[in-house]
């Protein structure tokens, strides 16, 4: 149960101050996304130390973490359409506002290379060289970055392909006709998490085929069903997400996996090269 339906379920047991704050969030929770303590409590008319008890009331230590859930909600219930329009309004003039996106989209960059080290992308990499065929499940906006990985790693010789989210039919039917072991799924899903992506990796591992993911957080369904996750926070300034940091992670994969195909050529070459030279020297050593 997210924080407005649990306000909306107990507000009848509300006292007379809560039920103040509570109908002002209900009728406001884009709003309230944004407001500072001091404001939210002006906005209520209460004290910030009233506001405050409301938060632990709702079991938020800390007002920060209050508009987090507020924030939480709206990403899951808002259409993004109306995020974006609710940023325009509540953000000052355009100076400012690019500004607050671009502090946004710097910090959720830095927050993404601190979560995947070299070890996490390669371990990625591995699963992706290890299968013979790579499919995608993405919905949504998250289409995106399965068309664009797609295309990154077709161009280096992955057999990859998108599946069709929408037909849950035909990605059955791909996916019981494939080998397990021969295969991988990379579901790529952000709030709302897509249910179909879900059921899709859900199924994968009912029959062990390896599931990689990227997604926003340690925290999210698809983190715990894949072997290999790769964590990008997308939140842009709280209440919409930005596709920044999985592109730049898709990016760093293709690249990476180059670097280490070349590796591996070379090693394959030299291989080739030392078992050339101990075959001639077989054929030309003198032999009594």
């Given amino acids: 149960m997210d924080i407005i339906e649990q306000i909306k379920t107990d507000f009848s047991t509300y006292n007379k101050t809560r039920k103040r704050i509570a109908s002002y969030i209900l009728d406001n929770p884009t709003k309230c996304c944004f407001l500072t303590l001091h404001e939210f409590a002006r906005e209520t008319q209460s004290t910030e130390v009233t506001v405050l008890n409301f938060c632990r009331f709702l079991g938020q230590e800390r007002y920060i973490e209050f508009r987090k859930a507020l924030q939480s909600h709206m990403l899951k219930w808002t259409r993004p359409v109306d995020r974006m329009k609710e940023l325009g309004r509540q953000n000052g003039n355009w100076d400012e506002l690019i500004k607050e996106i671009v502090k946004s989209e710097m910090k959720a960059l830095k927050q ?5 080290g070299p070890e ?6 591995n699963l992706i ?4 065929r790579v499919f995608v499940a993405a919905h949504g906006i998250s289409r995106l970055f399965s068309i664009a990985i797609c295309h990154r790693l077709t161009l280096l010789g992955v057999d990859i392909n998108s599946l069709d989210m929408d037909n849950p039919q035909k990605t059955i039917f791909r996916l019981l006709g494939c080998v397990p072991e021969d295969n991988l799924l990379i579901a790529i899903s952000t709030p709302p998490y897509g249910k179909n992506t879900l059921a899709t990796a859900r199924m994968c591992l009912s029959r062990k085929i390896p599931v990689a993911a990227i997604t926003d957080s340690p925290f999210s369904p698809l983190a715990s069903m894949a072997e290999a996750s790769l964590i990008c926070p997308t939140e842009l300034m709280g209440m919409t997400n930005s596709p920044t940091s999985i ?5 760093v994969i293709a690249i990476l996996f180059m670097a280490d195909q070349k590796e591996i050529e070379s090693q394959q070459q030299k291989t080739a090269a030392d078992q050339y030279e101990e075959y001639l020297r077989l054929f030309t050593t003198k032999t009594d």
Avoid: G, L
């Fill in 112 to 116: 993404t290379f601190e979560h995947n």
């Fill in 129 to 132: 060289r290890k299968a013979k």
């Fill in 120 to 125: 996490q992308i390669r371990d990625f990499i």
């Fill in 247 to 251: 592109m730049a992670m898709i990016d």
